[in-house]
């Protein structure tokens, strides 16, 4: 199907692709509590209706939300292990970022996550960082054990990370994470 001439598909997604973005803002800045249509609908600069005409539901946004964030996880980590670099110190450095630079937005994932547990609609997308690790982590061991205590050490790293109480470098988180997989 070509797209329509005067635009409007390319306007719909992006006004689609500003929403998405507003709502992990909003995520990041107020907590999942303060997503409402209007308050997304504010930070994207787009008419109220506008939020509730592309998803109907606070669901809808949520799930459309901690998908942006997974696959942009998801992208990170792919550019790295393509750029030639090891999986599991690609993983070390978003483990650690989480604490850094990147914490506004692992903490609006961490979040999504968490409310999985309540909300049946994010569970599925809500698993995508622990496949993310698990596939990483595969790549390395066939040892299904080893696969789950890297899932269950990195998801524990990131919460210390965000917990900000105590911060570790990358090699650190990456020594942790091999001793996991059993590769120390």
Known sequence: MTEPRDGRRA?????RAAIIAATLRVVERDGVAGVSH?????????????????????????VAALTAAAE????????????????????????????????????AEQELTLLAARRPALRAVATHWRDMVADVARGYTSDPVAVE????????????????????????????????????
Request: charged share 25%.
């Open 11 to 15: 306007r719909g997604e992006r006004k």
């Open 38 to 62: 209007r308050a997304v609908a504010r930070e994207a600069g787009v008419a109220g209706s506008a939020a509730i005409y592309y998803f109907a539901t606070l669901d809808d946004l949520l």
């Open 72 to 107: 942009d996880y998801a992208r990170q980590l792919r550019e790295i292990i393509e750029g030639g670099g090891d999986g599991v110190d690609g993983l070390a450095q978003l483990i650690t970022e989480a604490g850094g630079s990147g914490r506004s937005r692992a903490l």
């Open 149 to 184: 205590a890297t899932v269950a050490a990195a998801d524990g790293l990131c919460a210390r990370m965000l917990l900000g109480a105590e911060s570790l470098t990358a090699a650190q988180v990456s020594a942790l994470l091999r001793h996991a997989l059993r590769l120390t």
